[in-house]
Every structure is written in C-alpha cells, then in structure tokens.
C-alpha cells in the first residue's frame, strides 16, 4: 500500500517568497493532519481536517499560513510571505476516522528559508 | 488536558542491552496509547499500540503494555541493535470523539556497536 506521500522532500527558498508543500493522502483515508517539527517546539500540530474541511486550525501560527484540501486524495499548506523562523520539517498524516486508528505519516518536507 | 511524559534522553547503549524508555500519561476517559519511531531523515512511523488496559503491543522485538494503575506504557526491548538507533515518541489518543493524538516530547536512542 502506498504511504502518505508528502512533495517536496526539500525546500531551500529566500524569505518572502511564497512556498507551497503538498500532500497526498492514504486512500481511504478521511482525516488529514498537518505538523512542524522543530528541535525547540518539537511537533506542532497545525491544522487536521476531517471529510476535507478544516476542522481545527487552531494550530496555524498566523495569518501568513493557510491550508487547503480541495478533494479526498490532496492537501497543501501554503505560506506567503515565507521568514526564517518557519524553517522546520513539515509533516502530513492521515488516518480512517473513529475508533482508534492510528495517523500515518508521510516523509515530510524539510523548509529551510534564507 | 491529556499530556504524555516520557523520560528525558538522549539514551545510548551498546548492541545488544536491555532496552526501557518511560511512558506515562495523563487522560480522561480510556484512551489509546502508541509508540512511534522517527529514522533519521523520515517521518514517524507507527511502532505498536494498545487500545485497553492490560493490552501489550509488540513489534520488531519491541514490546509496551497498558497498565492503567500506573498510567503507563513503558518501552522495552530485550537486545537492541544499532539499526534501533532513532528517536521513539509515546502517544495518546483519548478515544471516540477525539482526532488528536497527544505526544510525549521523544527520547533519542543511539546504540553503538
């Protein structure tokens, strides 16, 4: 079974550019989490959308990210303008809703803002 | 709220020694406990779990039981190898009606030959 898969790998770009990371869901799969991962917060939950809407976004630092899933089967997380401070690793989950299963994770995208 | 608290690392041990990283929690109601397993470079990747008192989940020679007297779920593995080197997460799902799962801060393991 494929995995959830997460596109870039990596991303180096210049502050106040705008990055956009994506990600494709397990199929079958209809709840979708988005997280960063820094050595100081560890992982930060930023957003988990159920049935494709956004359920939680609690979790989003600012307004300068924003994420979206238009259909089942893709997500993407946006940040425009990109600073320094959001370098991280950010990683998507998904899971089958209810009961207790468990979220599987993608390889993440490493962002590294200059 | 739920927290999870496991012990602070990093750990490292020779090939083949007895392996235990603390889990315990804090919840409301009868959640679900998991260990996760971050290699280098990867995303986490879900080791075992335990969905009830009692319940022992094992994987690649990994094992955790559920004690809900202690509020815990310890990790243990009887010979670990250098290939076991990574960073191991503790989790909690409260249950039905929850989506989030609570981690513990991770501990990092290194095994050296």
């Known amino acids: 079974d494929a995995g959830v898969i997460q596109s870039p790998r990596h991303e180096v770009t210049e502050m106040g550019q705008e990055v956009t990371l994506r990600c494709k869901p397990i199929s079958g799969h209809n709840s979708l989490f988005w997280y960063r991962q820094t050595m100081m917060r560890g992982l930060e939950l930023l957003i988990y959308?159920?049935?494709?809407?956004?359920?939680?976004d609690s979790g989003m630092p600012e307004d300068r990210f924003s994420a979206k899933m238009p259909n089942a089967s893709f997500s993407t997380l946006k940040i425009q303008p990109s600073e320094p401070r959001d370098s991280a690793v950010y990683f998507c989950?998904?899971?089958?809703?209810?009961?207790?299963?468990?979220?599987?994770f993608g390889d993440g995208t490493r962002l590294s803002i200059l | 709220g739920d927290s999870v608290t496991q012990m602070e690392g990093p750990v490292t041990l020779s090939e083949e020694a007895f392996l235990t990283i603390n889990c315990t929690y804090t919840a409301t109601g009868y959640p679900s406990l998991f260990w996760y397993v971050q290699y280098p470079g990867e995303g986490l990747q879900l080791l075992l779990k335990?969905?009830?008192?009692?319940d022992k989940g094992s994987n690649k020679g990994f094992e955790a039981t559920y004690r809900k007297e202690t509020t815990s779920f310890h990790l243990e593995k009887g010979s670990v190898q250098v290939s076991d080197s990574a960073v191991y997460f503790c989790?909690?799902?409260?249950?039905?009606?929850?989506?989030?799962?609570?981690f513990g801060k991770g501990t990092k393991l290194s095994v050296i030959p």
């Open positions: 335990a969905t009830k008192a009692d």
């Open positions: 989950a998904s899971r089958r809703t209810g009961g207790n299963q468990p979220q599987h």
């Open positions: 989790a909690l799902h409260s249950g039905a009606g929850s989506y989030q799962l609570t």
């Open positions: 959308f159920n049935n494709n809407v956004p359920i939680d």
